[in-house]
Protein backbone atom coordinates (compact mmCIF):
# COMPACT_ATOMS: atom_id res chain seq x y z
CA UNK A 1 0.00 0.00 0.00
CA UNK A 2 1.63 3.31 -1.04
CA UNK A 3 1.08 6.26 0.95
CA UNK A 4 1.64 10.31 0.53
CA UNK A 5 4.49 11.23 2.63
CA UNK A 6 3.90 14.44 4.30
CA UNK A 7 7.14 16.53 5.54
CA UNK A 8 8.50 18.86 7.33
CA UNK A 9 10.09 20.14 10.37
CA UNK A 10 7.88 18.91 13.24
CA UNK A 11 9.67 21.38 15.55
CA UNK A 12 8.58 24.28 14.20
CA UNK A 13 5.80 23.34 11.86
CA UNK A 14 3.86 20.68 13.74
CA UNK A 15 0.45 22.69 12.90
CA UNK A 16 0.59 23.02 9.65
CA UNK A 17 1.64 19.12 8.96
CA UNK A 18 -1.12 18.44 11.03
CA UNK A 19 -3.50 20.52 9.03
CA UNK A 20 -1.89 19.50 5.51
CA UNK A 21 -2.07 15.38 6.64
CA UNK A 22 -6.41 15.71 7.64
CA UNK A 23 -6.84 17.51 4.68
CA UNK A 24 -5.07 14.59 2.63
CA UNK A 25 -6.71 12.01 4.24
CA UNK A 26 -10.01 13.93 4.23
CA UNK A 27 -9.44 13.46 0.00
CA UNK A 28 -8.84 10.44 0.40
CA UNK A 29 -4.93 10.00 0.61
CA UNK A 30 -3.46 8.11 3.11
CA UNK A 31 -0.73 10.36 4.39
CA UNK A 32 2.40 9.50 6.29
CA UNK A 33 3.78 12.25 8.50
CA UNK A 34 7.67 12.65 8.54
CA UNK A 35 9.89 15.14 10.44
CA UNK A 36 13.25 16.31 9.41
CA UNK A 37 13.24 18.49 12.28
CA UNK A 38 16.26 18.93 15.08
CA UNK A 39 14.15 19.53 18.15
CA UNK A 40 11.52 18.27 20.30
CA UNK A 41 8.63 17.79 17.87
CA UNK A 42 4.79 19.24 18.72
CA UNK A 43 3.16 16.63 16.96
CA UNK A 44 3.68 12.99 17.40
CA UNK A 45 5.04 12.19 13.83
CA UNK A 46 5.09 8.47 12.44
CA UNK A 47 8.32 8.44 11.25
CA UNK A 48 10.78 10.82 13.61
CA UNK A 49 13.70 12.79 12.95
CA UNK A 50 15.88 10.27 15.13
CA UNK A 51 15.14 7.59 12.39
CA UNK A 52 15.87 10.23 9.62
CA UNK A 53 18.80 11.02 11.19
CA UNK A 54 20.05 7.85 11.85
CA UNK A 55 20.87 7.65 7.67
CA UNK A 56 23.18 10.48 8.58
CA UNK A 57 26.78 11.20 10.43
CA UNK A 58 26.67 10.14 14.57
CA UNK A 59 25.76 12.75 16.74
CA UNK A 60 23.44 14.72 14.08
CA UNK A 61 20.73 16.26 16.77
CA UNK A 62 23.44 16.47 19.50
CA UNK A 63 24.82 19.81 17.86
CA UNK A 64 24.07 23.61 18.24
CA UNK A 65 25.28 24.76 15.32
CA UNK A 66 22.02 25.03 12.87
CA UNK A 67 23.97 25.15 9.87
CA UNK A 68 25.44 21.75 10.05
CA UNK A 69 22.42 20.55 11.43
CA UNK A 70 20.28 21.60 8.46
CA UNK A 71 23.15 19.76 6.38
CA UNK A 72 23.36 16.81 8.22
CA UNK A 73 19.66 16.54 8.10
CA UNK A 74 19.04 17.14 4.56
CA UNK A 75 21.73 14.48 3.82
CA UNK A 76 20.40 11.95 6.02
CA UNK A 77 16.92 12.60 4.54
CA UNK A 78 18.12 12.03 1.10
CA UNK A 79 19.63 8.79 2.19
CA UNK A 80 16.73 7.72 4.03
CA UNK A 81 14.16 8.54 0.97
CA UNK A 82 15.94 6.47 -1.57
CA UNK A 83 15.26 3.20 0.70
CA UNK A 84 11.05 3.61 0.38
CA UNK A 85 9.35 1.97 -1.72
CA UNK A 86 5.99 2.79 -0.17
CA UNK A 87 5.63 6.63 -1.41
CA UNK A 88 3.10 6.91 -4.09
CA UNK A 89 3.75 11.08 -3.99
CA UNK A 90 5.69 13.45 -1.31
CA UNK A 91 5.07 16.88 -0.17
CA UNK A 92 7.20 19.16 1.89
CA UNK A 93 6.10 22.37 3.88
CA UNK A 94 9.32 24.64 4.67
CA UNK A 95 11.16 27.44 4.84
CA UNK A 96 14.83 27.98 4.04
CA UNK A 97 15.86 25.11 6.27
CA UNK A 98 13.01 22.85 5.70
CA UNK A 99 12.83 23.16 1.69
CA UNK A 100 16.78 22.91 2.01
CA UNK A 101 16.39 19.72 3.27
CA UNK A 102 12.99 17.85 2.24
CA UNK A 103 14.29 19.18 -1.59
CA UNK A 104 17.52 17.06 -1.19
CA UNK A 105 15.48 14.05 -0.71
CA UNK A 106 13.01 14.41 -3.64
CA UNK A 107 15.10 15.15 -6.10
CA UNK A 108 16.73 11.44 -5.43
CA UNK A 109 13.20 10.30 -6.12
CA UNK A 110 12.47 9.04 -9.85
CA UNK A 111 11.19 11.53 -12.43
CA UNK A 112 7.62 11.13 -12.68
CA UNK A 113 7.00 10.45 -9.21
CA UNK A 114 4.86 13.34 -7.77
CA UNK A 115 6.94 16.26 -5.33
CA UNK A 116 5.34 19.31 -4.34
CA UNK A 117 6.99 21.55 -2.19
CA UNK A 118 4.99 24.60 -0.20
CA UNK A 119 8.12 26.87 0.63
CA UNK A 120 8.58 30.54 1.25
CA UNK A 121 11.53 30.31 -1.29
CA UNK A 122 8.96 29.15 -3.92
CA UNK A 123 8.56 32.52 -5.73
CA UNK A 124 12.32 33.10 -6.05
CA UNK A 125 15.13 31.65 -7.67
CA UNK A 126 14.42 27.77 -6.90
CA UNK A 127 16.90 26.40 -9.16
CA UNK A 128 19.06 24.91 -5.98
CA UNK A 129 15.91 22.90 -4.79
CA UNK A 130 14.64 21.90 -7.95
CA UNK A 131 17.78 21.35 -9.67
CA UNK A 132 16.99 18.99 -13.17
CA UNK A 133 14.40 16.82 -11.26
CA UNK A 134 10.70 17.43 -11.32
CA UNK A 135 9.80 19.36 -8.23
CA UNK A 136 6.81 21.16 -8.17
CA UNK A 137 7.31 24.67 -6.04
CA UNK A 138 4.20 26.07 -4.19
CA UNK A 139 4.54 29.50 -2.88
CA UNK A 140 3.71 29.47 0.40
CA UNK A 141 2.83 33.34 0.79
CA UNK A 142 2.83 34.27 4.28
CA UNK A 143 5.76 32.39 6.47
CA UNK A 144 4.52 28.99 7.53
CA UNK A 145 4.32 30.35 11.33
CA UNK A 146 0.63 28.69 12.56
CA UNK A 147 -2.05 28.45 10.50
CA UNK A 148 -4.02 31.76 8.95
CA UNK A 149 -7.07 31.91 6.33
CA UNK A 150 -4.22 32.35 3.93
CA UNK A 151 -2.30 29.92 4.81
CA UNK A 152 -5.08 26.94 5.71
CA UNK A 153 -5.77 27.75 1.44
CA UNK A 154 -2.81 27.45 -0.30
CA UNK A 155 -2.18 23.88 2.13
CA UNK A 156 -5.44 22.86 1.35
CA UNK A 157 -4.87 23.65 -2.47
CA UNK A 158 -1.40 22.08 -1.90
CA UNK A 159 -2.95 18.32 -0.46
CA UNK A 160 -5.67 18.43 -3.71
CA UNK A 161 -2.84 18.71 -5.72
CA UNK A 162 -0.70 15.93 -4.22
CA UNK A 163 -3.62 14.03 -4.04
CA UNK A 164 -4.93 14.06 -7.97
CA UNK A 165 -0.99 13.67 -8.77
CA UNK A 166 -1.13 10.55 -6.31
CA UNK A 167 -3.90 9.09 -7.51
CA UNK A 168 -2.74 8.98 -11.44
CA UNK A 169 -0.32 6.31 -10.65
CA UNK A 170 1.57 7.46 -13.70
CA UNK A 171 5.31 5.99 -13.67
CA UNK A 172 7.59 5.91 -16.72
CA UNK A 173 6.53 3.56 -19.38
CA UNK A 174 9.65 0.91 -20.25
CA UNK A 175 11.17 1.98 -23.45
CA UNK A 176 10.37 0.69 -27.03
CA UNK A 177 12.69 2.57 -28.87
CA UNK A 178 15.95 3.75 -28.65
CA UNK A 179 16.10 7.33 -26.36
CA UNK A 180 18.02 10.29 -27.82
CA UNK A 181 18.88 13.22 -26.16
CA UNK A 182 18.92 16.75 -28.58
CA UNK A 183 19.66 19.72 -27.85
CA UNK A 184 18.50 22.93 -28.88
CA UNK A 185 18.11 26.52 -28.92
CA UNK A 186 15.73 28.82 -30.72
CA UNK A 187 18.37 29.90 -33.47
CA UNK A 188 19.08 25.87 -34.47
CA UNK A 189 15.21 25.00 -33.99
CA UNK A 190 15.27 24.47 -37.67
CA UNK A 191 18.19 21.93 -37.72
CA UNK A 192 16.73 20.12 -34.91
CA UNK A 193 13.20 19.71 -36.46
CA UNK A 194 14.82 18.40 -39.38
CA UNK A 195 16.42 15.76 -37.53
CA UNK A 196 13.79 14.67 -35.01
CA UNK A 197 11.31 14.56 -39.01
CA UNK A 198 14.31 11.88 -40.41
CA UNK A 199 14.37 10.14 -36.96
CA UNK A 200 10.42 9.68 -36.38
CA UNK A 201 9.71 6.21 -35.88
CA UNK A 202 13.15 4.54 -35.37
CA UNK A 203 14.12 6.14 -32.11
CA UNK A 204 12.02 8.28 -29.20
CA UNK A 205 13.57 11.81 -29.31
CA UNK A 206 14.03 13.60 -26.14
CA UNK A 207 14.61 18.13 -27.16
CA UNK A 208 16.51 19.89 -24.44
CA UNK A 209 15.85 23.27 -24.80
CA UNK A 210 19.80 24.68 -24.34
CA UNK A 211 19.13 27.20 -21.16
CA UNK A 212 21.88 25.34 -18.93
CA UNK A 213 19.48 23.37 -17.10
CA UNK A 214 18.32 21.40 -20.04
CA UNK A 215 22.17 20.39 -20.85
CA UNK A 216 22.12 19.12 -17.23
CA UNK A 217 19.01 17.23 -17.07
CA UNK A 218 19.80 15.57 -20.87
CA UNK A 219 23.12 14.46 -19.25
CA UNK A 220 21.54 13.08 -15.37
CA UNK A 221 18.75 11.32 -17.68
CA UNK A 222 22.42 9.70 -20.21
CA UNK A 223 24.07 8.83 -16.55
CA UNK A 224 20.92 7.20 -15.89
CA UNK A 225 20.46 4.79 -18.77
CA UNK A 226 17.35 6.42 -19.81
CA UNK A 227 18.80 8.39 -22.87
CA UNK A 228 21.34 5.79 -24.39
CA UNK A 229 22.19 8.26 -27.68
CA UNK A 230 22.76 11.75 -27.87
CA UNK A 231 22.28 14.59 -30.94
CA UNK A 232 24.44 17.31 -28.91
CA UNK A 233 24.13 20.15 -31.43
CA UNK A 234 23.48 23.16 -29.64
CA UNK A 235 26.62 23.32 -27.01
CA UNK A 236 26.01 27.46 -26.38
CA UNK A 237 25.58 26.22 -23.11
CA UNK A 238 29.59 26.31 -22.79
CA UNK A 239 29.86 29.87 -24.10
CA UNK A 240 27.30 30.94 -20.95
CA UNK A 241 29.74 28.79 -18.80
CA UNK A 242 33.56 30.08 -20.22
CA UNK A 243 32.23 33.89 -20.63
CA UNK A 244 29.76 34.80 -17.86
CA UNK A 245 26.34 34.44 -19.57
CA UNK A 246 23.06 33.28 -17.51
CA UNK A 247 22.60 29.88 -18.56
CA UNK A 248 25.17 28.04 -18.22
CA UNK A 249 25.37 24.36 -17.61
CA UNK A 250 28.70 24.09 -15.57
CA UNK A 251 31.97 22.75 -15.96
CA UNK A 252 30.40 19.31 -15.99
CA UNK A 253 28.79 19.30 -19.58
CA UNK A 254 29.93 16.26 -21.84
CA UNK A 255 30.87 14.16 -18.57
CA UNK A 256 28.19 11.93 -18.71
CA UNK A 257 29.16 11.48 -22.62
CA UNK A 258 32.47 10.26 -21.34
CA UNK A 259 31.44 8.12 -18.26
CA UNK A 260 28.79 6.83 -20.00
CA UNK A 261 30.32 5.87 -23.98
CA UNK A 262 26.57 6.67 -25.10
CA UNK A 263 26.86 7.43 -29.30
CA UNK A 264 27.48 10.92 -29.41
CA UNK A 265 27.05 13.21 -32.49
CA UNK A 266 27.39 16.78 -31.54
CA UNK A 267 28.45 20.27 -33.16
CA UNK A 268 28.80 23.70 -31.98
CA UNK A 269 25.11 25.57 -32.46
CA UNK A 270 24.66 28.62 -30.89
CA UNK A 271 28.45 29.15 -30.10
CA UNK A 272 28.02 32.75 -31.09
CA UNK A 273 26.70 33.69 -28.25
CA UNK A 274 26.42 34.41 -24.62
CA UNK A 275 23.16 35.05 -23.24
CA UNK A 276 21.77 37.56 -20.54
CA UNK A 277 18.74 38.76 -19.34
CA UNK A 278 17.16 42.64 -19.86
CA UNK A 279 19.66 44.79 -21.25
CA UNK A 280 20.34 46.80 -17.96
CA UNK A 281 21.42 43.50 -16.71
CA UNK A 282 24.79 43.01 -18.76
CA UNK A 283 28.22 43.49 -16.75
CA UNK A 284 29.81 46.45 -17.34
CA UNK A 285 33.16 45.12 -18.23
CA UNK A 286 30.22 43.76 -21.64
CA UNK A 287 30.31 47.28 -22.63
CA UNK A 288 30.68 48.49 -26.17
CA UNK A 289 30.05 44.59 -27.62
CA UNK A 290 27.68 43.85 -30.08
CA UNK A 291 24.04 42.64 -28.96
CA UNK A 292 20.96 41.69 -30.47
CA UNK A 293 17.85 41.70 -28.38
CA UNK A 294 15.82 38.43 -28.35
CA UNK A 295 13.29 40.02 -26.70
CA UNK A 296 12.34 41.81 -23.75
CA UNK A 297 14.37 40.20 -21.34
CA UNK A 298 17.13 38.19 -23.15
CA UNK A 299 19.81 39.82 -24.44
CA UNK A 300 22.35 38.30 -26.57
CA UNK A 301 26.41 39.16 -27.00
CA UNK A 302 28.18 37.82 -29.79
CA UNK A 303 31.45 35.46 -28.69
CA UNK A 304 34.47 37.64 -30.52
CA UNK A 305 37.57 34.98 -32.24
CA UNK A 306 39.46 35.17 -28.41
CA UNK A 307 36.22 33.71 -26.60
CA UNK A 308 35.44 31.09 -29.54
CA UNK A 309 38.82 29.78 -29.66
CA UNK A 310 38.86 29.30 -25.67
CA UNK A 311 34.88 27.29 -26.41
CA UNK A 312 36.24 24.90 -28.45
CA UNK A 313 39.82 24.12 -26.52
CA UNK A 314 37.14 23.65 -23.87
CA UNK A 315 34.66 21.18 -26.00
CA UNK A 316 38.05 19.92 -27.60
CA UNK A 317 39.48 18.59 -24.45
CA UNK A 318 35.87 17.33 -22.84
CA UNK A 319 35.66 15.13 -26.28
CA UNK A 320 39.57 13.69 -25.70
CA UNK A 321 37.74 12.14 -22.63
CA UNK A 322 34.88 10.37 -24.52
CA UNK A 323 35.64 6.83 -25.17
CA UNK A 324 32.62 6.08 -27.48
CA UNK A 325 31.73 6.59 -30.77
CA UNK A 326 32.36 10.69 -31.41
CA UNK A 327 31.22 12.41 -34.17
CA UNK A 328 31.74 15.94 -34.36
CA UNK A 329 29.73 18.30 -37.23
CA UNK A 330 31.34 21.65 -37.98
CA UNK A 331 29.01 24.01 -40.30
CA UNK A 332 31.50 26.18 -41.97
CA UNK A 333 28.41 28.52 -42.94
CA UNK A 334 27.35 29.82 -39.65
CA UNK A 335 26.24 28.13 -36.11
CA UNK A 336 23.16 29.81 -35.71
CA UNK A 337 20.43 32.00 -37.49
CA UNK A 338 22.22 34.85 -36.63
CA UNK A 339 25.17 33.96 -37.78
CA UNK A 340 24.23 33.42 -41.41
CA UNK A 341 25.22 35.27 -44.45
CA UNK A 342 23.80 38.87 -43.90
CA UNK A 343 22.96 37.71 -40.44
CA UNK A 344 23.56 40.67 -36.95
CA UNK A 345 26.22 37.56 -35.81
CA UNK A 346 27.84 36.49 -39.43
CA UNK A 347 31.85 36.63 -37.96
CA UNK A 348 33.70 34.69 -40.08
CA UNK A 349 37.18 35.17 -38.07
CA UNK A 350 35.45 33.98 -34.78
CA UNK A 351 34.07 31.00 -36.42
CA UNK A 352 36.95 30.38 -37.86
CA UNK A 353 38.36 30.15 -34.41
CA UNK A 354 35.83 27.71 -33.06
CA UNK A 355 36.45 25.54 -35.83
CA UNK A 356 40.22 25.64 -36.08
CA UNK A 357 40.48 25.27 -31.85
CA UNK A 358 38.15 22.06 -32.32
CA UNK A 359 40.53 20.77 -34.94
CA UNK A 360 43.89 21.13 -33.18
CA UNK A 361 42.39 20.26 -29.49
CA UNK A 362 40.64 16.98 -30.67
CA UNK A 363 42.24 13.62 -30.89
CA UNK A 364 41.09 12.29 -33.54
CA UNK A 365 40.85 8.65 -34.62
CA UNK A 366 38.60 6.01 -35.72
CA UNK A 367 36.47 6.19 -32.88
CA UNK A 368 36.66 10.26 -32.60
CA UNK A 369 35.79 11.55 -36.30
CA UNK A 370 35.15 15.29 -37.45
CA UNK A 371 33.02 15.96 -39.92
CA UNK A 372 33.03 19.28 -41.87
CA UNK A 373 30.21 20.52 -44.22
CA UNK A 374 29.95 23.61 -46.63
CA UNK A 375 26.57 24.67 -45.37
CA UNK A 376 25.07 25.90 -42.15
CA UNK A 377 23.89 24.59 -39.44
CA UNK A 378 19.66 24.90 -40.14
CA UNK A 379 20.38 24.04 -43.81
CA UNK A 380 18.72 20.69 -45.26
CA UNK A 381 22.04 19.25 -45.43
CA UNK A 382 23.62 19.80 -41.49
CA UNK A 383 20.03 17.61 -40.54
CA UNK A 384 21.03 15.04 -43.06
CA UNK A 385 24.60 14.49 -42.34
CA UNK A 386 23.57 14.64 -38.70
CA UNK A 387 21.21 11.93 -38.70
CA UNK A 388 23.62 9.58 -41.06
CA UNK A 389 26.16 10.20 -38.52
CA UNK A 390 23.96 8.76 -35.74
CA UNK A 391 22.33 6.08 -37.75
CA UNK A 392 26.47 4.91 -38.44
CA UNK A 393 27.81 4.98 -34.49
CA UNK A 394 24.06 3.55 -32.77
CA UNK A 395 23.53 0.67 -35.19
Not at 13 to 26: C, P, S, T, Y
Not at 196 to 211: C, D, I, K, Q
Request: aromatic share 6%; hydrophobic share 45%.
Amino acid sequence: MKRIYVVGTADTKGEELAFLAERIRALGGDPLVVDVGTRAPAIPPEVGAAEIASFGPPGLLEGTDRGVAVAGMAAAFAAFIITRNDIAGIIGIGGGGGTSIITAGMRKLPIGLPKIMVSTLASGDVAPYVGVSDVVMVPSITDLAGLNRISRVILSNAAQAIVGMSAGGEVLPPATKMAVGLTMFGVTTPAVTQIVEHLAGSVEALVFHATGTGGKTMEMLVDSGLITGVIDITTTEVADYLIGGVLPAGPERLDAIARTRVPYVGSVGACDMVNFWAPATVPERFAGRLFYPHNDNVTLMRTTPDECRAIGEWIGAKLNACEGPVRLLIPLRGVSALDIEGGPFRDAEADAELFGAIERTVQWNANRRLITLDCHINDPAFAAAAVAAFTEIAA
